[in-house]
């Protein structure tokens, strides 16, 4: 939770390279400040031991030197205790920071008309403003100018009004009228230059910042992109004449080769009426794996016990003469959301809006088939060119077909690195909820252009993951904070704080777009946003000796 008096600043970047959590600027700026005001506060003390030490051999007024060394007294006190506070930075808070600044500039301005409030010791007050003036509290600033310039103008219109008598060392009684108004008056030009050059200052320090932090969550989204699109250029669709194209599987004409990935092959193909359709073919090194074999033939039973325009439609599988697997499958013209990110960085949040749309209601219909999809991600996402423009879920391979028990993958973590959930990480044993996040990890990564978790070893991006909250999403573009909280929501570590099921998902993005998002949702973001901040990082075991991300 951000302060409520502190200017508004980036709240956090990672460095580009850096493996550690995200850093706090504020806590930067914050320690900074502290340790200026331990300077300022020590200077303080020493100026208000030497006045009062001094001042029993001044002249003057017995009960004015009395009362100015009693004030010397209180400035130690105040600016020992300021010490003392400060060696726990948290306690020097806005509304500290304040009354000490208040407390100590009006001692000071009465301390100042002994000396002479047109003498060279009026400059401590400027001194005070340019301070707070610097402080990231514009509580604190503001006070604190207003109590000086207030009560300084006050003894010094006075003193040259005669309504105030001049008491002081550096007495003006023999000043001319219009100099000492003239004095009045320029030591207010001063205190308001004086506290205009702090503020532009702090201003500047503060733009600087965010420069530095806008620079480096470039680079962080740069540095993310380019993992992604190595990850993807090790799976990139090479089209070309292929090993198998001419040759005919139980009636399928097998075309040109459009795509190869780890698995296998994807060629154009047509089926006995003449009808385009694609055929998928495992790659003949992995023909001997059975695992391998299983987990080929289970896209086309997963995929067609899914009944639903969003998801391509099985036509047949089998096996060529060779023994290779082979499975017959709609031929969709378009690129996968993968493509489309690499050529724009992200898309437009209407767009993306859709796409959730579309993918939640596959997704509902592979949930009541007893289907979980487990790899979601980009690449398996497709976008057709045909109109209407239909989303449809691709790549059933790493499916868990729920109502067979399979053990295919046990005691295994199967996905895509970044846009696994938190429990599949663990282990095989997820449920829908698990497609729901990875859902909306990859609407994260479409709205923002930065994955949510990257890196360059797949063991670090899995304990992020696990254990770190990705960067604010308004940090790397502007939208929507109910948008925000909708992502926090999808995201949550706990598979308890999610939304149920993944249409709650697409109608809450939707009506956050649209500005029409329930209290009782926008709560419940709230209420996860302050347990567990963007950009923070969860321990491994809470308080309780529990996972945090494991369901409750």
């Known amino acids: 939770m951000r302060p409520t008096d502190w200017a508004p600043l980036p709240v956090s970047l990672r460095p580009p390279g850096d493996d550690s959590i995200t850093v706090d600027l504020r806590g930067v700026l914050h320690g900074e400040e502290v340790a200026r005001a331990r300077v300022f506060f020590r200077v303080i003390v020493v100026i208000a031991l030497t006045t009062g030490a001094f001042i029993p051999m001044l002249a003057g007024e017995g009960w004015l030197r009395l009362m100015s060394a009693a004030l010397c007294g209180l400035v130690v006190v105040v600016g020992a205790a300021a010490l003392l506070l400060l060696r726990r930075p948290e306690r020097y808070t806005p509304e500290v920071a304040a009354v000490v600044g208040v407390v100590c500039g009006t001692t000071a301005v009465i301390i100042i008309y002994y000396i002479g409030p047109f003498s060279a010791g009026a400059m401590v007050l400027t001194l005070g403003v340019y301070f707070f003036g610097t402080s990231h509290s514009r509580l604190a600033a503001r006070s604190t100018y207003a109590a000086i310039a207030a009560l300084y103008l006050v003894a010094s219109a006075g003193i040259a009004a005669g309504v ?103 060629y154009r193909g047509e089926d006995k009426a003449g009808l385009p359709v694609a055929l998928k073919l495992l790659h003949p090194n992995l023909v001997d794996e059975p695992r391998k074999v299983k987990r080929f033939l289970r896209e086309a039973e997963a995929a067609a016990a899914v009944d639903s325009p969003h998801v391509p439609r099985v036509y047949g599988s089998g096996f060529s003469d060779e023994g290779t697997p082979f499975l017959a499958m709609e031929l969709l013209e378009g690129h996968d959301l993968g493509w489309h990110l690499r050529k724009t960085g992200r898309l437009d949040l209407e767009l993306v809006i859709e796409m959730v749309g579309h993918v939640a209601k596959a997704l509902a219909h592979v949930r009541e088939a007893g289907v979980v999809h487990r790899d979601l991600k980009p690449a398996n996402i497709f ?6 423009r239909t989303w449809k879920v691709l790549d059933f391979g790493l499916s868990k077909i729920i109502w067979e028990g399979s053990s295919l993958t046990r005691d295994q973590a199967v996905g895509t690195p970044s846009y696994m959930a938190p429990e599949q990480v663990r282990g095989p044993q997820v449920d829908h909820l698990a497609d729901l996040y990875a859902l909306t990890a990859i609407a994260y990564r479409a709205i923002t252009g930065t994955p949510p978790f990257s890196g ?89 000796g529990r996972d945090p991300s494991a369901a409750a």
């Not at 976008?383 to 209407?388: A, C, G, I, N, V």
């Not at 347990?531 to 075991?541: A, K, M, N, V």
């Open 164 to 266: 105030v008598p001049d008491r002081s060392l550096f007495s003006t009684e023999l000043a001319q009228p219009f100099t000492r108004w003239f004095q009045v008056l320029m030591s207010q030009v001063i205190f308001g230059l004086t506290f205009y050059l702090a503020r532009s200052s702090r201003r500047a320090t503060e733009g600087a910042l965010e420069r530095v932090n806008r620079a480096n969550l470039e680079i962080h989204q740069r540095d993310a992109l380019l993992q992604e699109a190595r990850t993807e250029l090790a799976r990139a669709l090479r089209p070309g004449e292929g090993r198998h194209t001419g040759a005919v599987f139980d009636g399928f004409t097998v075309g040109e080769l459009i795509g190869r990935g780890a698995m296998g092959e994807v």
């Open 383 to 388: 976008l057709t060119d045909s109109l209407p």
């Open 456 to 544: 360059h070893e797949v063991a670090k991006v899995l304990y992020r993951v696990a254990y770190q909250q990705p960067l604010c999403p308004g940090e790397l573009t502007r939208l929507p904070v109910d948008v925000e909280l909708v992502l926090a929501l999808g995201m949550a570590k706990r598979p308890d704080d999610r939304f149920t099921k993944v249409e709650q998902l697409a109608q809450a993005l939707r009506a956050a777009y649209d500005g029409e998002l329930d209290e009782s949702t926008r709560a419940r973001g709230w209420a996860l946003l302050r347990r567990y901040p963007w950009g923070s990082s969860l321990q491994p075991r809470d308080r309780g």
